[in-house]
């Protein structure tokens, strides 16, 4: 196979690449925009499909922006800062239309509604890896490797993010941070005020609370931290163990090993969309978490059942839903579990799943429930294409046929740009069963 490449980008598809063709190759290259014609090198094929690395882009887009960051192309971390905000959006909605028509056969062309904010500074958490080579100093994984690059900014980051990595970066760098540590997660509250810490160590160096004393020390805004010995799988708490987050009235507790969404400006418009005139005797909230969508649908239906794996989630949950003056039935199970065994019949279902989605089986299930509505937040358009395939009926001569045979439709279609700079596509679509 050549090692060099002159190709004419046709297209970006989900995962950050442009795709082209020569001799009869289909050929992946990032950082690239359609109607470009590059430069480029192979670095793996299988079969037909070469996947490159970027020498030159030859004849430029007209779209095509300075990047800001100046990590771009080395930390892995973005991939479309090549790109305007607007140009980004716009591709991602093609990206999206195309990838559930190839992979669900769902060719939708009605609206796409999009939602953005900021593209820049929107991160309320980041998790950095210290390089133990020297000089010793945080950055980030590079793309497919356990190699670290260290970095100087991270313009995606809150203000407080910012600058709490750029206190801990000098600490790591002047040796003031111990040995062992693997890796450090940073989480802001939605004030952007206080930063929550969990810390890895292979083992511990020193004492724990010596430890805990000198970060405080040195980070003002640390509310709390948690600290874990791999090697014995032991924790160590300092502080309250979670921070507070807050949207469409409600405050939400965040433990340190909770989930909550990471865009800091898109939160509330994410909410009042999903909940948006949903009402009824029973909902179910699916991979719940600490309850984000939960306690605004505890107030619109006689009865809510949340669901997650994650029992610190469930535990949050249940104390924000306490403070709030809510009642919430919840359980601390896989939602594919809970779909299996449940004999309720819910007039409405929010679902948030991981990357992996829910499953071709789980979705039959959910579909048999009958729910009058459904509304499936995504993260991920392939898995979501394989979900809605089996939901709306296009998968039924090949995945499994839901009880009852129960159809839906897709009322609305939402991309929320959550991950501005990345190749990741948030959407929400709204289904209604067929009558």
Known sequence: MPDELMVSIEKLVYGGDGLAHADGNTIFVPYVLPGEAVRASTKSKKKKLIWANLLEVTTPAKQREQPRCPHFQTCGGCHYQHISAAEQLRLKTEILRETLAR??????????????????????????????????????????????????????????????????????????????ILEIEAFADSDDAKIALNVAFEHFTKSPSAFAATLREALPQLESLLLLDQSKDRFELSGPGFLVQQAGGFRFR???????????????????????????????DLYAGVGFFTLPLARAFKKVVAVDANLAAMR????????????????????????????????????????????????????????????????????????????????????????????????????????????????????????
């Open 254 to 284: 965040v433990s340190h090993l909770s989930f909550f969404q990471v865009n800091r400006f898109l939160i509330e418009d994410l909410l009042q969309t999903i909940v948006a005139g949903v009402k009824g005797d029973l909902a179910f």
């Open 103 to 180: 992979l669900g056969g769902i060719p939708w062309d009605g609206a796409i509604q999009t939602h953005s904010a900021d593209p820049y500074g929107y991160r309320n958490r980041a998790q950095w890896a210290v390089r133990s080579a020297n000089p010793r100093a945080l950055g980030y994984f590079l793309p497919e490797s356990s190699v670290i690059t260290p970095i100087d900014e991270c313009p995606v980051l809150s203000p407080l993010l910012a600058k709490t990595f750029s206190q801990l970066q000098e600490m790591t760098r002047s040796g003031h941070l111990p040995e062992k």
């Open 316 to 435: 949050d949950l249940q104390v924000n839903a306490e403070a709030a003056g809510l009642s919430v039935i919840s359980h601390n199970a896989h939602a594919e579990e809970f779909l299996r065994k449940t004999e309720e019949k819910p007039d409405f279902i929010a679902l948030d799943p991981p990357r992996s989605g829910l499953g071709a089986e789980a979705a039959a299930k959910m579909a048999g429930l009958g729910a009058a509505e459904i509304t499936y937040l995504s993260c991920d358009p392939s898995t979501l294409a394989r979900d809605l395939a089996v939901l709306t009926g296009t998968a039924r001569k090949t995945g499994p046929e839901p009880p009852g045979g129960t159809r839906y439709q897709i009322e609305e279609m939402h991309l929320f740009d959550l991950f501005p700079q990345t190749f990741h596509i948030e959407s929400l679509v709204r289904l209604r069963r067929a009558p």
